[in-house]
């Protein structure tokens, strides 16, 4: 299974979708045959890249975040004193 082959929501993998949605359309019963599996394969490698890469710039926007909750709160504690 995969998630919806939508080009923008992926745009590194957006020539691999793409080949892959042509080579269903081109052998629409070959695709039950394993026609379009290397494809497939490497569009699954593409989305778990894809997903690093996201997984990393949340994990550092979630970092700033903290920071910038930690500097407040030493603020308003500071302020109540």
């Given at each position: 299974m995969h998630p919806p082959l939508t080009l923008y929501k992926?745009?590194?993998c957006a020539?691999?979708?793409e080949a892959f949605l042509k080579c269903?359309?081109?052998h629409p019963?070959?695709?039950f045959f394993g026609e379009c599996t290397e494809l497939?394969?490497?569009l699954d490698r593409c989305f778990r890249q894809e997903k690093v890469?996201?997984?990393k710039k949340n994990l550092e926007k979630s970092k700033k975040l903290r920071e910038?909750?930690?500097a407040y709160r030493k603020e308003t504690a500071n302020e109540g004193n």
């Open positions: 992926h745009p590194m020539e691999i979708i269903h359309s081109d019963i070959g695709k497939k394969i490497k890469v996201k997984r910038t909750l930690q």
